[in-house]
């Protein structure tokens, strides 16, 4: 059984800089930010600018699994006025190729 996933909250003032941070990472494997490539998930924020995140990523045999939550608390807390209160690591749903961006789906030539 697939779980959906949680709607982000894209309304919020500062959900398009916590992303833009988002895509300052990059999968080491793939030349393509963990946005684009569709492995941010979620992003909450309240309305006192608290973040929480839900993530995967291309496998669960990924050698920076353990590393890559940090980066994106990191990048996500670098935003003026935000506070992550956690990056949570998820596999369901699994990550596919059906998450990539349209800008990661040209990259691969998938469209």
Known sequence: MTTEVEPSSVDHPLYEKVVAACQGIYDPEIPINIYDLGLIYTILIDDKNTVDIKMSLTSPTCPVAGDM???????AG???????????LVWDPVWG?????DEAKLEFGLI
């Open 69 to 75: 939550p940090g980066w994106v608390a990191e990048a």
């Open 78 to 88: 670098s935003v003026e006025g935000v506070t992550v209160r956690s990056v949570e």
């Open 97 to 101: 190729v059906d998450r990539l961006t």
